[in-house]
């Protein structure tokens, strides 16, 4: 089950059920199954500090993914892949000026690039970096959905 949410900011993500489908596939297409995926959409200050808090990272970010097994007070044991992916939103906005693609797009990437961590890719290195980059395109391309202008 994928569900969506938001935090601290007035912001519903339109086209849920194609997202959720496009997402599924990725998913299969991954060779996994999907178990309780959230994602939660924030402004950065809020994530910044999650990252600071849980990670002892202390920069900037767009998305944090936790698995299920990593979330602090989980004690759920789920069939497939589980986990929370967090958001921020105004990140987004900036890296899609930055990277000269609509804001939609932009967070189309960010929550395919949250799946993938939940499916057991990293992007600590450079190579698993550019795996990453490779994967993201790949599942934007078979995307059916174009979300709209959200800003």
Not at 130 to 151: F, G, H, I
Request: glycine content about 6%.
């Amino acid at each position: 089950m994928i569900h969506f949410f938001s935090d601290g900011i007035n912001y519903a993500i339109p086209f849920k059920n194609e997202l959720k489908k496009w997402i599924n596939n990725t998913i299969k297409s991954e060779g996994k199954k999907c178990g309780t995926i959230n994602f939660i959409f924030f402004y950065f200050s809020y994530l910044f500090e999650i990252n600071k808090t849980y990670l002892n990272h202390h920069t900037l970010t767009d998305i944090i993914t936790f698995p299920i097994e990593n979330l602090p007070l989980s004690t759920t044991k789920e069939t497939g892949i589980s986990g929370e992916i967090y958001i921020s939103l105004d990140r987004v906005f900036e890296n899609a000026t930055i990277f000269n693609t609509s804001p939609g797009e932009e967070l189309c990437r960010v929550m395919i690039h949250g799946i993938l961590h939940l499916c057991g890719y990293s992007d600590k290195t450079t190579k698993q970096k550019a795996q990453m980059r490779v994967l993201e395109s790949k599942y934007l391309r078979v995307k059916e959905v174009t979300l709209p202008s959200m800003e």
